[in-house]
Nanobody, 114 residues
Framework: QVQLVESGGGLVPPGGSLRLSCAISGSIIADSYQGWYRQVPGNQREFVAS???????NYADFVKDRFTVSRDNAKNTIYLQMNSLKSEDTGVYYC????????WGQGTQVTVSS
């Protein structure tokens, strides 16, 4: 059974940083793509970033040059380093294992506020 467990969210002031983690069990991340999504209040869930098996990355325009997605195959975990956070980055962040696209974790809340 595939499980996704996100962590690392919290409350930070504008301009601050957070590092999110997503531990994936039941699937070998080195064999597939993974991504990060977020759901901002009042909006649908949206794509943030993705990473391929060879480490290539892709980002939504609104996070380019601020966020970095990475992976640790040994830990079967992906990360999202978020810098220069803005109030509009507030939301619940989810990871996704594209080999099992219908499965979502519980998400982790990120609140950017002074």
């Amino acid at each position: 059974q595939v499980q996704l467990v996100e962590s690392g969210g919290g409350l930070v002031p504008p301009g601050g940083s957070l590092r999110l983690s997503c531990a994936i069990s039941g699937s070998i991340i080195a064999d597939s793509y993974q991504g990060w999504y977020r759901q901002v209040p009042g909006n649908q869930r949206e794509f943030v970033a993705s990473i391929t098996p060879d480490g290539s990355t892709n980002y939504a325009d609104f996070v380019k040059d601020r966020f970095t997605v990475s992976r640790d195959n040994a830990k079967n975990t992906i990360y999202l380093q978020m810098n220069s956070l803005k109030s509009e980055d507030t939301g619940v962040y989810y990871c996704r294992e594209y080999a099992f696209p219908h499965i979502w974790g519980q998400g982790t809340q990120v609140t950017v506020s002074s």
